[in-house]
């Protein structure tokens, strides 16, 4: 080796292996410091953080206190100058060891004492530099904290490490050790190794903002987190549970009052969703911190360097155009795009110190009493109707363009708040009514990132881990690769393939280690993966932040399908009842569908049910539903009970319902919601005429038959019943009873809804039919041509979804 380097390549050799030595004595001081600084800690390190999942999976976190370091801090970016510094002189030496081709001055040459004195100390530089580059890359997270020093309390600590705990972080590596050989150790270790990488991954180091009186807050994955001086902890703001007393109250004492306000303003913080979109260059170096530039540098160069510069610039542009075009025109205009939607600019009046003030959304606070405007106006926080109602479109969650009733929280001891009282922040008003300017009053329960509007935008943003055995069973290929690559390495480092040139032997080993493991290959899958989503926004319109996610949809085995409104039409068609008299099945009443003349059709139905359908189950019709009616006359609610009230034809008011003719009434006392363990809703009406009060409960026909008396259950209910499945109906049940006329209104209210749905008797069955769509049939038989299974998800009986 002597030979090959002249005294300027040792000095240098000598002075970079000094500069590593220091840097790695003053890091071990430092280190010894820490971690006296960490035993001398009285309370255990790390505390549980409580974690809002936008996907509402379980994820368990871990908060960690860290004081900032001057020293630390320049030791650590020490390391990153050391690489920025080697890479530049790794970039120019290569330059110059072309001399005289490509402009290269002949002075390196001349002074390191040629070509092999040129690229000794640059191969030693090579080596140490990407051998640094891949340590910052998969350990920078940690690396912060290691350079910062470690508090018990996080009242004191000026950075917060947020560590997910996943189950590869868990996993117990005992073993027998009398029936352990010597690979199954070699397989301990590495999975130790692999999981102390992967566990350096999944923490994120946050500062800690500290207000102008003393609150400490930090904010994570958009979400604002106080800390609490109770159990020295910080903890996620910007949502609050009421109850319905509690609701009530705040609107009767005039809303929040100025300071309360202003309180809640610096522990909520603004009603904004904060999407974080990067700058050019932190785009750039977000995308190039990856493990695969790294390889890819290292094929790239070493073939560079090697004279073959061809292929080494080929693999440089390529690595740096399919890098650039993923960052730049893929994943940073996506985010730019969720930024501008996680946007709310509009005005609001609220409700505090007994007056009503315009504010902006952004100002908005739990608690606050906001009147909601219509005209498709986007509700700004999530929150419940305390006076009014709203009809509100919740496509934006569901998918569905189906207008949907909110309900204000009833004014009673034994109220239960449910969806029907609470608006979601992003939907739009279709219509408000209430006591202020005809508007419908919300207090706000949610806000900012924590609302649904909110959690959607996190959900794209911060999705859940997955492991995909691609991604899994990769490194096992390149192991059976670098299998091969060790053949070669043992045939060029053999006495009859002498170089006579450690320099050159050392570079055609990298060159094939390059071969071997390609470095084309990760590049490759970027420009596939950048081309997908790509062609996903322009062909599809769907948006891609995660392109290295697109390859998972070639190894989709099932596709579950919902039933309504995915394979069928979105609204169903309500075909037929079939009464019940003294526990006995009457004649069966269909209707005609509605083809070609609709008005017609629908008045000759409306005619048949005041005719043949018996009144009971005919006043059940026309009130058992939460189906509203707008201003325009419009009906709204579930497309299955929108079908029945418009072929009853009767009137929908605010608390009264009238027969198409007028001469039937019906008020509406008290309304019970679908509830999805009971399986059924309900309605409690008075008769206008009879002033008779009837309770009507409508769910699956199993249900009703289980909480109807036996007696009143006709003997060929489930012959019926399965009859009605098979031939493709969605099959309801609907009972009532009647109750004493002696009862109030209040009496009603307060009564239980075990007691209202008790000793109930059937008065019919409720058949709709729901078609398929037109281009169901050939998308599924296009996915089995791709030996894909298809599976129906559906709540209805597995008769009814088999035909």
């Known amino acids: 080796m002597g030979d090959l380097i002249n005294d300027a390549g040792i000095w240098l050799c000598t002075t970079v292996v000094l500069v590593l030595v220091f840097l790695a004595l003053l890091n071990g001081l430092f280190q010894f410091n820490r971690k006296q600084v960490l035993d001398s800690l009285q309370e255990p390190f790390g505390k549980p953080l409580t974690f809002h999942s936008p996907d509402d999976s379980v994820r368990t976190f871990k908060q960690y206190g860290f004081v900032y370091s001057t020293y630390g801090a320049i030791l650590l970016h020490s390391w990153v100058a050391l690489f920025a510094i080697g890479y530049i002189y790794m970039i120019l030496f290569c330059w110059l060891s072309y001399s005289p081709q490509f402009l290269a001055p002949g002075f390196a040459l001349e002074y390191f004492g040629g070509w092999n004195g040129l690229m000794a100390p640059w191969l030693l530089i090579f080596t140490i530099d990407h051998i640094l580059g891949m340590v910052l890359i998969f350990t920078w997270e940690a690396m912060r904290t290691r350079f910062m020093y470690p508090v018990s309390s996080l009242a004191d600590a000026t950075h917060v490490m947020i560590e997910e705990e996943l189950p590869f972080m868990t996993e117990d590596f005992l073993v027998d050790p009398d029936t352990e050989g010597h690979l199954d150790r070699l397989k301990r270790h590495g999975s130790k190794v692999q999981a102390r990488f992967k566990r350096a991954k999944c923490?994120?180091?946050?500062?800690?903002?500290?207000?102008?009186?003393?609150?400490?807050s930090i904010e994570y994955t958009c979400v604002r987190y106080i800390h609490s001086e109770e159990d020295d902890c910080f903890h996620p703001t910007g949502i609050v549970d009421y109850t319905a007393a509690q609701v009530h109250e705040a609107v009767?004492?005039?809303?929040?009052?100025?300071?309360?306000?202003?309180?809640?303003l610096n522990a909520c913080g603004k009603n904004e969703i904060n999407v974080h979109v990067p700058s050019i260059l932190e785009a750039l170096l977000t995308e190039f911190s990856d493990f695969t530039y790294i390889f890819n540098s290292i094929g790239t160069w070493s073939y560079m360097v090697f004279s073959s510069w061809n292929i080494g610039l080929f693999w440089l542009l390529l690595t740096l155009g399919s890098g650039i075009f993923r960052s730049l025109f893929i994943v940073r205009p996506n985010q730019k795009k969720i930024h501008e939607l996680a946007q709310l600019h509009t005005e609001c009046e609220v409700l505090r110190d007994g007056k009503w003030t315009t504010i902006r959304a952004a100002d908005i606070v739990l608690g606050d009493v906001v009147a909601i405007e219509d005209n498709s106006t986007k509700l700004p926080c999530d929150g419940l109707v305390v006076e009014g109602s709203l009809v509100v479109n919740e496509s934006m969650l569901t998918g569905e363009p189906m207008p949907i009733q909110k309900m204000p929280v009833e004014k009673s001891d034994a109220a239960v708040i449910g969806k029907k009282n609470?608006?979601?922040?992003?939907?739009?008003?279709?219509?408000?009514s209430g006591p202020h300017d005809n508007k419908a009053l919300l207090i706000a329960t949610a806000v900012g990132a924590l609302t649904t509007r909110g959690q959607l935008v996190r959900m794209v943003l911060f999705p859940t881990s997955v492991r995909f055995k691609y991604n899994d069973q990769l490194p096992k290929v390149y192991m059976l690769l670098s299998c091969y690559m060790v053949i070669l390495f043992a045939i060029y480092l053999s006495p009859k393939m002498n170089l006579h040139s450690w320099v050159a032997t050392y570079l055609l080993v990298l060159n094939t280690i390059a071969m071997c493991l390609s470095p084309m290959l990760p590049v490759s899958m970027v420009m596939g993966q950048s081309a997908a989503a790509n062609r996903l926004e322009k062909t599809h319109k769907i948006g891609c932040l995660q392109p290295g996610r697109i390859p998972i949809a070639g190894k989709i085995s099932t596709m579950v399908f919902d039933k309504t409104g995915t394979i069928t039409k979105d609204g169903m068609d309500f075909d037929a009842?079939?009464?019940?008299?003294?526990?006995k099945f009457g004649q069966k009443v269909s209707f005609l569908p509605n083809d070609d003349d609709e008005e017609k059709i629908t008045e000759v139905n409306r005619v048949k049910v005041r005719a043949e359908v018996p009144?009971?189950?005919?006043?059940?019709?026309?009130?058992?539903?939460?189906?509203?009616?707008?201003?325009?006359?419009?009906?709204?609610?579930?497309?299955?009970?929108?079908?029945?009230?418009?072929?009853?034809?009767?009137?929908?008011g605010d608390t009264v319902l009238h027969s198409p003719t007028g001469d039937e009434a019906l008020e509406v006392i008290k309304k019970l919601d679908?509830?999805?363990?009971?399986?059924?809703?309900?309605?409690?009406?008075?008769?206008?005429?009879?002033?008779?009060?009837?309770?009507?409960?409508?769910?699956?026909?199993?249900?009703?038959?289980?909480?109807?008396?036996?007696?009143?259950?006709?003997?060929?209910?489930?012959?019926?019943?399965?009859?009605?499945?098979?031939?493709?109906?969605?099959?309801?049940?609907?009972?009532?009873?009647?109750?004493?006329?002696?009862?109030?209104?209040?009496?009603?209210?307060?009564?239980?809804?075990d007691s209202l749905e008790a000793g109930?008797?059937?008065?019919?069955?409720?058949?709709?039919?729901?078609?398929?769509?037109?281009?169901?049939?050939?998308?599924?038989?296009?996915?089995k041509k791709g030996s894909i299974r298809s599976v129906i998800c559906t709540g209805d009986n597995a008769l009814t979804g088999i035909s």
């Not at 500290?210 to 400490?216: F, I, M, P, S, T």
Request: proline share 3%; charged share 25%; net charge positive.
């Open 203 to 216: 923490r994120t180091v946050v500062k800690v903002d500290v207000e102008k009186d003393g609150a400490r």
């Open 577 to 583: 009842v079939i009464p019940v008299e003294g526990a």
């Open 422 to 432: 609470l608006a979601y922040a992003g939907t739009a008003c279709l219509e408000s």
């Open 252 to 264: 009767r004492r005039g809303g929040l009052t100025s300071k309360e306000a202003k309180v809640m």
């Open 674 to 753: 679908f509830d999805h363990c009971r399986m059924t809703s309900g309605v409690v009406v008075r008769n206008s005429a009879t002033k008779q009060l009837v309770v009507y409960v409508k769910g699956s026909y199993e249900k009703i038959k289980s909480i109807s008396e036996a007696a009143n259950v006709p003997a060929t209910y489930d012959e019926v019943t399965q009859k009605c499945a098979k031939d493709g109906y969605y099959t309801l049940g609907i009972a009532s009873k009647p109750l004493p006329q002696s009862l109030t209104t209040q009496q009603i209210a307060n009564m239980t809804r």
């Open 760 to 783: 109930l008797s059937i008065c019919g069955l409720l058949l709709f039919r729901n078609e398929m769509k037109r281009d169901s049939p050939d998308a599924i038989r296009e996915l």
């Open 615 to 652: 009144d009971r189950l005919r006043h059940a019709l026309a009130s058992c539903h939460t189906v509203a009616m707008l201003r325009d006359g419009t009906l709204v609610g579930n497309h299955v009970e929108v079908s029945m009230v418009t072929l009853t034809g009767w009137t929908i």
